[in-house]
């Protein structure tokens, strides 16, 4: 029963960023490798998911958005933004899949196939704000899931716990009003994309429901546990979630070439152990962790080790 969940699929493989691009294929070759070298993998229960459908997808984003971005990635445009976002033709059908991976995990933890799943999933989505395509997202797959859960499911009180190095802006702006989602990010500041300042906060009914804690170039472990003992800890406790969902980004480790954080594996295996405490409280165990970032390709993977171990363990 304790066993952790793993949703990945081939196909994610085919989202084509380029030569160079920072968030490739390689990076999910690289986890799934290591998970197998390891013996990792052979412990995971495997899930495989399906495109989300349209529906599901508009819970996050309006219809012209979706059809601009079928539109221009079937026209064979390569880049949707200022830059960074690359994209294939073949990558507006791999968003809806990561998107349905999302949503597969939360099916397996409501029904108790499993408590916690890990969704090894590209592209990633926390930079996709409702109207806009930013930071390699298309689709904000974790906000998409979280109303999945509440709509779908009927659960009441989501909290999303995004530990990435950058600011979760899109998911941040998509719940910035909404007082059933508590968003909370730790996040190197500054740094792109400039928000996530501690007195971001939330509007209207959403006051005090989107908690952010900026951390400064180098801070490490003991920063980052600070955080979590005199803030994170307490607005969980005090929001008491009835689903986890973690926007996993491992970019924070010292050796990723995005930004100047220096958290080391164990530091991710900490953060685990303080997210499946909460879980073990309020939400029958459950977690949804969703990859976001993490660059360099050696700690991305043992991260995604320690994270995956820290979870079984702790649950």
């Known amino acids: 029963m304790n066993t952790v969940g793993f949703v ?3 196909q994610y493989l085919e989202h084509d960023t380029g030569p160079e691009h920072p968030e490739r294929a ?3 070759k690289a986890i799934v490798r290591h998970l197998n070298q390891t013996g990792v993998m052979k412990n995971l229960r495997q899930f495989r998911p399906v ?3 349209l529906d599901w997808i508009q819970k996050a984003h ?6 601009m971005i079928e539109r221009r990635c079937l026209a064979g445009e390569i880049v949707l933004d200022s830059g960074d976002t690359h994209v294939s033709r073949e990558s507006y059908g791999i968003a809806l899949l990561a998107a349905g991976g999302v949503l597969r995990a939360i099916d397996e933890v409501i029904q108790g196939t499993t408590t916690r799943v890990f969704c090894a999933v590209r ?3 926390h930079h996709a704000e409702t109207h806009s395509v930013m930071g390699f997202c298309l689709f904000n797959n974790v906000a998409i899931g979280a109303r999945y859960a509440q709509q779908k499911h009927g659960i009441g009180r989501v909290a999303i716990l995004d530990w990435d190095v950058h600011h979760g802006n899109g998911t941040q702006e998509i719940f910035w009003t909404d007082p059933s989602v508590l968003y909370i990010s730790t996040h190197q500041y500054p740094l792109w994309p400039g928000t996530g300042a501690s007195n971001e906060t939330g509007e209207g009914a959403g006051e005090g429901f989107t908690l952010n804690c900026p951390m400064r170039p180098e801070s490490g472990e003991k920063e980052f546990i600070e955080a979590f003992h005199n803030q994170i800890m307490p607005a969980l406790h005090k929001f008491r979630p009835e689903l986890l ?8 480790h010292r050796d990723d070439p995005l930004a100047n954080i220096n958290l080391t ?11 499946s405490e909460i879980a073990s409280k309020y939400c029958g165990g459950r977690i949804v962790s969703v990859l976001e970032g993490g660059y360099n390709l050696d700690a991305l993977a043992r991260s995604v080790e320690t994270h995956l171990k820290a979870l079984e363990t702790s649950a």
């Open 26 to 28: 390689e990076r999910l």
């Open 51 to 53: 495109p989300a459908s």
């Open 62 to 67: 309006p219809v012209s958005y979706i059809q």
């Open 265 to 275: 594996e164990q530091s991710f295996a900490k953060m685990t152990e303080f997210a």
């Open 123 to 125: 592209p990633p989505g």
């Open 245 to 252: 969902m973690i926007s996993a980004g491992f970019d924070a």
């Open 8 to 10: 990945y699929h081939e």
